[in-house]
């Protein structure tokens, strides 16, 4: 069975940081290109980080500087560290993975960023 598993959402204050992961089981992680959404209240999904099979990693501009993707596929499971966290990236952090054959999504974790 494949399951994609998000944690380590929760409430911050805005400059806090939480780091995100995204455990994974029932396919070959290794192979997979890995992503990162979110989807704010209100708001349609929105593409925040990208780490691909080779670690090269993308991230949104409005990341840039403030999150880090990385991904350990000893533990099959990618990492969305977030830092400096603003207001606005108040959202529901999905991950995704996806391969040659596969296009999987988890079920988010909430992220709230409010004082």
């Known amino acids: 069975e494949v399951q994609l598993v998000e944690s380590g959402g929760g409430l911050v204050q805005p400059g806090w940081s939480l780091r995100l992961s995204c455990a994974a089981s029932?396919?070959?992680?290794?192979?997979?290109?890995l992503t990162w959404a979110r989807q704010a209240p209100g708001k349609g999904p929105e593409w925040v980080s990208g780490?691909?099979?080779?670690?090269?990693?993308y991230y949104a501009d409005s990341m840039k500087g403030r999150f880090t993707i990385s991904r350990d596929n000893a533990k099959n499971t990618v990492y969305l560290q977030m830092n400096s966290l603003k207001p606005e990236d108040t959202a529901v952090y999905v991950c995704n993975a996806k391969g040659g054959f596969f296009n999987f999504w988890g079920q988010g974790t909430q992220v709230t960023v409010s004082s």
């Open positions: 780490i691909d099979n080779d670690d090269r990693t």
């Open positions: 029932g396919f070959t992680f290794s192979m997979s290109d």
